[in-house]
């Protein structure tokens, strides 16, 4: 039996992070679902960047030049076309699943990270767009971003909570998504939205990777995730969601982001094996998953209640690391990364759609 499978069969969901339209066209994707026990899909504007630049939308580009939608229009329609696509054919695991797997995601303009009505209006419309139940809508879980989060659920807008990177702001998105289910229960709607929290776990060990001692390198993002785990468990287990659960809400699960390894002399799948974990989601690169089919090791489930965490997180406050001031320096690059991947993206759409055909 294949990593993959085994890990699956575990109780972890792996999503591919990554869409084109070639691999929608070719079988690919297909091929994750059927032969790598993928099972959802995410995507973000540098993916769909360097897709634009490989000019796999040059015909659809210049199909739709002339239809008079503004570059990010325009955008957004091949972004939704090829994400409806990818959900229908993770339809049948959101089907069987009853709405807990099964899911693609596309992601709001991050330039409206500051303005709530605007981005929660913004993914009302991109959800009706769209037309299918299994999409979440990405939107940051940056302080400005969350009282959107709570809005967006409230409006039954599912949501994958991004840019997370410490337990403190998993517990924030975590609060953020709860109190609008909390608010829908109060109106006597269905309290059953999806929702994902993502934390990013390998931006961890590049930002200190020249800080610490050589026994603690490429260990912080692994540590990292062992805390908010811990965190996630607390939260599932607290009577503020259980009192919800018990009117019909599911839980906010916890999704591993940026795991592709970044260090040439660290496993290639290092935050796959060490963020194991039942109820969760791994969401990977197309190598990454390749590496973890052809050679990956399923490890031990991380530990309900942290287990040693804090032993190896104070090994990096004594090595002078602020672990609070880099989750906020973390997540605000991470933002700024954000609205810069956005602003090549859609000068990459306004400059194929003035190219000559």
């Known amino acids: 039996m294949k990593a993959t499978e085994t890990l699956?069969?575990?109780g972890q969901s792996l999503w591919l992070d990554n869409i084109t339209r070639s691999m929608l066209d070719n079988g690919t994707i297909a091929k994750f679902i059927s032969d790598y026990s993928v099972t959802g899909l995410t995507s973000n504007p540098s993916i769909f960047d360097k897709t634009i630049e490989s000019g796999d939308y040059d015909k659809a580009i210049?199909?739709?030049?002339g239809s008079g939608l503004s570059d990010q229009a325009l955008f957004?329609?091949?972004?939704?076309e090829d994400l409806q696509r990818a959900a229908d054919l993770f339809r049948p695991v959101f089907d069987r699943t009853t709405g807990?797997?099964?899911w693609v995601s596309l992601e709001v303009s991050p330039l409206l990270a500051h303005e709530t009505a605007e981005t929660v209006e913004a993914a009302t419309s991109l959800h009706t767009q769209a037309d299918r139940p299994n999409?979440?809508?990405?939107?940051?879980?940056?302080p400005e971003g969350l009282p959107a989060i709570t809005e967006a659920i409230v409006a039954g807008v599912p949501v994958n909570v991004t840019l997370l990177f410490s337990a403190d702001q998993y517990r924030a998105a975590a609060d953020a998504y709860l109190s609008g289910v909390e608010r829908r229960v109060a109106a006597g709607l269905d309290p059953a939205v999806g929702s994902v929290a993502s934390v990013f776990v390998s931006r961890w060990d590049v930002a200190v990777a020249k800080e610490v001692p050589a026994d603690l390198v490429d260990t912080l993002g692994l540590a990292v995730g062992l805390d908010v785990y811990r965190a996630y468990r607390e939260v599932m287990n607290s009577d503020r969601f259980q009192v919800l659960e018990n009117q019909g809400a599911r839980m906010q699960r916890l999704l591993w982001a940026s795991t592709k390894t970044k260090d040439p002399a660290a496993?290639?799948?290092l935050y796959v094996h060490g963020l194991a974990a039942p109820f969760t989601v791994n969401t990977m690169p197309n190598d990454t998953l390749e590496d973890f089919y052809q050679h990956g090791e399923v490890g031990d489930p991380l530990p309900a209640d942290g287990g040693d965490v804090d032993t190896r997180?104070?090994?990096?406050r004594d090595a002078g690391v602020d672990l609070g001031a880099l989750a906020a320096k973390l997540q605000s690059d991470g933002a700024s990364s954000f609205v810069e991947a956005w602003n090549d993206l859609i000068g990459r759409v306004q400059t194929q759609?003035?190219?000559p055909s």
């Open 8 to 10: 699956h069969e575990r």
């Open 62 to 65: 210049a199909s739709k030049s």
């Open 76 to 80: 957004f329609e091949l972004a939704v």
């Open 100 to 102: 807990v797997d099964g």
């Open 135 to 142: 999409l979440l809508i990405k939107i940051p879980g940056t």
């Open 267 to 269: 496993s290639d799948t």
């Open 313 to 316: 997180l104070g090994r990096f």
């Open 353 to 355: 759609r003035s190219a």
